[in-house]
């Protein structure tokens, strides 16, 4: 985010004390803050969100800011997010919140058989179309956090504890059938072994509403946690959650072997990466006999440094940037599958010219390779392609740039 705002032509500063005082004399006249990253500055408005005033930028606007500005988001046709965004994800500038529409259920009715598939790469172990699939849900959750921007002063200053600060900040404005995002997810505190009650007793609490409902119709979660292991249990598997040591989550067979299936790169290239994270977004539930159990899952590997990552390729990418102390954007799938190209790094040069990087695979089709130049040709930014196949890692003509804000 900018450093500060123009408002009524004062300049204030973003963090500073007289911010919410002065949001507040100008929200009732439907004043528009302006954000200096760019000359002209870029409009903003104020929102209120539980009796805070908070300055967001306007719908559609995320590209006309700065790449280093808070506020930039990454231009639609380069990321999965234009699939989404005016349909799953619609922003409303009167209230200031953000309506998302999920292609998975956060209830449980009756059994039904589950279908087995027809070997089509999707997004969740279940996905629902154009509505936000559960990778989907984790991507613009971590996009919204600003956990797929990198500077070198981020450095050493991501942990557990700001993942899910800001996890949870980013859901606070977020709503899902007019519920609150932030009251539909749990994210597991740090765990501390001489805090092990405290703990459990606020956990107990975040996910009372778990025990509502009848046989019928049993409610369910979101669950943003790490993974640490999958194990055999007596019956089925279960998952350990980093921070829930005492809190295994139930896999039935049916679908711990789908999400095998369907997340072998990402179970792969975590195995191999010892120094990386391996995320988890699911759906849960507890049982009569106070079992917690998957229903549905999805996976994202992040690097040392929480990054999201496709492949080993972009994985090298990544290190080599980060430890070249290059500033970058990841670009996010969403629902998208790797099927369709998009871009994999926005860049921005000593001159603060953005480029969007894109990897082309070796495997790559004809087709993929056919769509991936129309969408270069049809971007209005620079960009750059690496061909995994023929080339090595390109040198990048890009020289540090003041940290992202």
Known sequence: MSAHYIVQGEKIEANGE??????RRAYPKKIRPLCPCKQPPVEMYIAKVNDQFIVK???????????ECGSYEVPPGLSGLGQVLGSA???????????????????????KTIPTGNGEEMNSVKTDGNKLSLRGTLHYLWEQAGFNKWSPGMAGKRNWFVIRKY??????????KNIS???????????KLDQKDELTQRRLASIHSLRNGDNKHKQLMLMVGEGKEITAARFGYKMVVKHLPDFPIMLNDDIYHRLLKRFNVEI????????GHLMVIGTFGINDSGIPSF????????????????????????????QANQCFI???????????????LLLADKDKMTTALFICQSTASETYRNDLNALIESSEIKTCVWDVGYEVLPKFPFQVSEDLK
């Open 295 to 322: 229903e549905e899952i999805a996976l994202m590997t992040v690097t040392e440094h929480w990054i999201p990552y496709d492949n080993a390729d972009e994985l090298r990418l990544i290190n080599t940037l980060t």
């Open 181 to 191: 995002l932030d009251k539909l997810v749990y994210i597991p505190e740090a765990f």
């Open 18 to 23: 007289g911010l919410q005082a002065s949001l």
């Open 57 to 67: 930028r306007m719908p559609n606007t995320g590209s006309d800011h700065d790449l």
């Open 167 to 176: 996890l949870y900040e980013a859901a606070k404005d977020k709503t899902a």
């Open 330 to 344: 990841k670009c996010l799938r969403y629902n998208l599958p790797s099927t369709v190209p998009t871009a994999s």
């Open 268 to 275: 792969e290239i975590w195995s191999a990466n010892v120094n």
């Open 89 to 111: 994800i619609k922003e409303n500038s009167g209230d200031g919140l953000t309506a998302l529409k999920f292609g998975f259920s956060l209830s449980k009715g009756p059994t």
